[in-house]
């Protein structure tokens, strides 16, 4: 069982820069595989990353690779998604998931828990 915050939210302007942060908080968050997805109004949730257990696998949604790095600090109990070169399409919720799991995930049905979400709004 574990508990997600996402933190990190904001305005920024296209092309800059911003890093969530997904604060874990219960049993054996090492076990657990990690995710980021996102949603805008009227849309399917999406996904943007992934990451494993271990930190050393990641995947990535087509439309950010590239732009986009997920990491974990498994000794803070943290994952994060720096976010590069934002563009306008990026607007939207950004929340963090997590399930336990030796793989990469990268559908949302696959996750069993889920934060609240932080909003990112990219000027044009």
């Known amino acids: 069982q574990v508990q997600l915050v996402e933190s990190g939210g904001g305005l920024v302007q296209a092309g800059g820069s911003l890093r969530l942060s997904c604060a874990a908080s219960?049993?054996?968050?090492?076990?657990?595989?990690m995710g980021w997805f996102r949603q805008a109004p009227g849309k399917e949730r999406e996904f943007v990353a992934a990451?494993?257990?271990?930190?050393?696998?990641?995947y990535y949604a087509d439309s950010v690779k590239g732009r986009f790095a997920i990491s974990r600090d498994n000794a803070k109990n943290t994952v994060y998604l720096q976010m590069n070169s934002l563009k306008h399409e990026d607007t939207t919720d950004y929340y963090c998931a997590a399930r336990e799991g030796g793989n990469i995930y990268y559908t949302n049905i696959q996750y069993t828990f889920w934060g609240q979400g932080t909003q990112v709004t990219v000027s044009s």
């Open positions: 219960g049993r054996t968050f090492s076990r657990y595989a």
């Open positions: 990451i494993n257990w271990s930190g050393d696998r990641t």
